[in-house]
C-alpha cells in the first residue's frame, strides 16, 4: 500500500541554520504530496502542497520538490529560526473511487536555538 | 473566515464509556475527515465524509463511527472506550473531496483520555 517514510527526529540545529528533512514515498498512481506543521498543543497546519511531478511548493522560506524519479519530497529551508521549532509531518493523498485520505510518516521534530 | 473548530478540546472518559466528538469545517466545505494521532502509530485516517455520506474509511473497529450532518458539520462518536482510544483527534476540512484540486485545513484537535 501507499506510505510515506520521514527521516527520524529530533533535529537540533541553531538559528540560521540550512534544514533538510527528507520524506520519500511509495504510491500507486499519481499522488499529491504535502507538507504539515504542528506547534505544541496545535493542530496541523499546511505548510506547503505538490500536485505533480516536478512541481516546487514554497511558503515561509520551506521549499520542497516532487521528485518522481527518487520518489521524494524533502523539506529545506536555507536560514532556520527558534519559531520554526515544530514537528513536521510528511504526506500524500490517497485517492481512490471511494474518496480520499491523508497518508502521514511519523513526523519529525525540528528544535532551534538562539 | 473561520477555521475549523472542534469541540471539546479535552474530555476524559473511563473505559467502556462512548464519547461523541463534534467538527464545523470553514464554510463552504463539504468534505470532513477524522484522524486520530497516538505517539505510538502517528496520525491515522479514520473516515471521510462528503455530502452527508462517508465517502472513505480507514483500518479502524466498528466502535468507531462518524455521520455528517446537512450543514457540513461532523460529529464521530466512540463506544466502548478502550485505553488504546486516547489520544488527539484532529478534524480537517477540504472544499471537495478531490485532494488534487482542494486542499485539508486542520482544526485544533480534541484530545480524549481514556482512564
Known amino acids: 500500500g501507499n506510505s510515506v517514510t520521514q527521516m527520524e527526529g529530533p533535529v537540533t540545529l541553531s538559528e540560521e541554520a540550512f534544514l533538510t528533512i527528507n520524506c520519500t514515498y511509495t504510491a500507486t498512481g499519481y499522488p499529491s504530496l504535502f507538507w504539515y506543521v504542528q506547534y505544541p498543543g496545535e493542530g496541523l497546519q499546511l505548510l506547503l502542497k505538490?500536485?505533480?511531478?516536478?512541481d516546487k511548493g514554497s511558503n515561509k522560506g520551506f521549499e520542497a520538490t516532487y521528485r518522481k524519479e527518487t520518489t521524494s519530497f524533502h523539506l529545506e529551508k536555507g536560514s532556520v529560526q527558534v519559531s520554526d521549532s515544530a514537528v513536521y509531518f510528511c504526506?500524500?493523498?490517497?485517492?481512490?473511487?471511494?474518496?480520499?485520505?491523508?497518508?502521514f510518516g511519523k513526523g519529525t521534530t525540528l528544535s532551534v536555538s538562539s | 473566515k473561520a477555521g475549523v473548530t472542534q469541540t471539546p478540546r479535552y474530555l476524559i472518559k473511563t473505559r467502556g464509556q462512548q464519547v461523541t466528538l463534534s467538527c464545523s469545517p470553514i464554510?463552504?466545505?463539504?468534505?470532513v475527515s477524522w484522524y486520530q494521532q497516538t505517539p505510538g502509530q502517528g496520525l491515522q485516517f479514520l473516515f471521510e465524509y462528503f455530502s452527508e455520506t462517508q465517502r472513505n474509511k480507514g483500518n479502524f473497529p466498528g466502535r468507531f463511527s462518524g455521520r455528517q450532518f446537512s450543514n457540513s458539520r461532523s460529529e464521530m462518536n466512540v463506544s466502548t472506550l478502550e485505553l488504546g482510544d486516547s489520544a488527539l483527534y484532529l478534524c480537517a476540512s477540504s472544499l471537495d473531496s478531490g485532494l488534487a484540486t482542494g486542499t485539508q485545513y486542520f482544526g485544533p484537535g480534541t484530545r480524549l483520555l481514556v482512564l
Open positions: 505538490a500536485t505533480k511531478a516536478d
Open positions: 464554510s463552504g466545505h463539504r468534505s
Open positions: 504526506a500524500l493523498s490517497d485517492q481512490n473511487q471511494a474518496g480520499t485520505a491523508l497518508i
